[in-house]
């Protein structure tokens, strides 16, 4: 299975934390990283963030830098998202796919598209 599976979505209070992970159960040789992205309701898709599978590099969106941090487990063939200080803002399905090139910000460079986790944030 080469779908990712996304988990640790949930409703939490603004200012409070979540981590979520993906997990690639047949990870995909063609892929140089995984990202994440969201999608609020009525909203476009947009990047979150994104990790190469050596995890020396990672990327951000202006909108989460500093509250967000991707890592990855290797081993686990894991992606995680540590997500911060979260704003209502931030509230939106949250998904996680692999990319096969460097272009790390597009969504349309990405494959292999998990469900999505919801993330819901209150005020």
């Known amino acids: 299975q080469v779908q990712p599976v996304e988990s640790g979505g949930g409703l939490v209070q603004a200012g409070g934390s979540l981590r979520l992970s993906c997990v690639v159960l047949?990870?995909?040789?063609?892929?140089?990283?995984m990202g994440w992205f969201r999608r609020a309701p009525g909203k476009e898709r947009e990047f979150v963030a994104a990790?190469?599978?050596?995890?020396?590099?990672?990327f951000y969106s202006d909108s989460v830098k500093g509250r967000f941090t991707i890592s990855r487990d290797g081993a686990q063939n894991t992606v995680h998202l540590q997500m911060n200080s979260l704003k209502p803002g931030d509230t939106a399905t949250y998904y996680c796919?692999?990319?096969?090139?460097?272009?790390?910000?597009?969504?349309?460079?990405?494959?292999?598209w998990g469900q999505g986790t919801q993330v819901t944030v209150s005020s």
């Open positions: 796919a692999a990319v096969p090139s460097g272009s790390y910000y597009s969504a349309d460079a990405y494959l292999h």
């Open positions: 047949q990870r995909n040789w063609n892929a140089v990283g």
């Open positions: 990790i190469d599978w050596s995890g020396a590099k990672s």
